[in-house]
């Protein structure tokens, strides 16, 4: 599949990147600064070889020439990133992957939006595109390990049923993803909540835990 990242030279953008370009899929690395990208992919191509030929690197405004374009800047670029591009993105499945949170010492709080999540915000400010999400709870550095297998549950929300069905094929084309169907965007709110419970669970165990539901199959 065709894939657009928006934000790719961050550390959640970079890692997803270049999973899924291992997997196979052609991946449009995109950054606010095409010569960003450039380096970044070359970085990349010098880690891992051949594994992520699939990168190609390019600005955010290209990155939204795909039928899927992910937003994996952080928190409160998000909103402002959708926005500049809303016109490059009518008729595409947008994925939000952010958590607006803040940290309290030794614990993680969301802070919600006034639709109740960022991907709500995305959704009513992009009436023309299907917004879903994915990945909320998967460590960054979990997608950037090439070198080691991921497990971990995926649960995809969209209020477009055939948005939702096309995420959770990207999702499952990674292996040791497991894709599972949380329904519409309304329980969005309780994947960025409980992005800031698993950051805490980690951050006090010290350890890089991710979401696994037990007695479904997918």
Not at 39 to 54: F, H, S, Y
Not at 108 to 132: D, R, T, Y
Not at 148 to 177: C, F, H, K, N, Y
């Amino acid at each position: 599949m065709r894939i657009g990242v928006m934000g790719a030279t961050g550390p959640a953008g970079s890692g997803l990147a270049a999973r899924l370009a291992s997997v196979g899929h052609d991946v449009l690395f995109g950054s606010r600064s095409e010569e960003k990208a450039v380096a970044a992919v070359a970085a990349l191509r010098e880690q891992w070889g051949d594994r992520v030929d699939g990168l190609t690197p390019i600005d955010n405004a290209g990155a939204c020439d795909a039928p899927v374009v992910i937003a994996a800047v952080n928190a409160d670029a998000a909103i402002p990133t959708v926005q500049q591009h809303q016109h490059l993105l009518v008729g595409k499945v947008v994925v939000s992957m952010a958590n607006h949170l803040t940290k309290k010492g030794r614990e993680f709080n969301a802070i919600l939006p006034p639709h109740g999540s960022i991907a709500a915000e995305m959704q009513a400010l992009l009436w023309e595109s299907k917004v879903g999400t994915a990945f909320h709870l998967v460590p960054a550095a979990e997608f950037a390990a090439l070198d080691q297998d991921m497990e971990s549950d995926v649960v995809v929300l969209a209020d477009d049923d055939e948005a939702r069905q096309t995420l959770m094929e990207v999702v499952r084309s990674i292996p040791g993803l497991r894709a599972l169907d949380g329904g519409s965007l309304l329980n969005a709110i309780g994947m960025e909540t409980f992005a800031a419970v698993l950051l805490t669970i980690n951050l006090r165990h010290k350890g890089r835990a991710s979401l696994r539901l037990i007695g479904i199959e997918s």
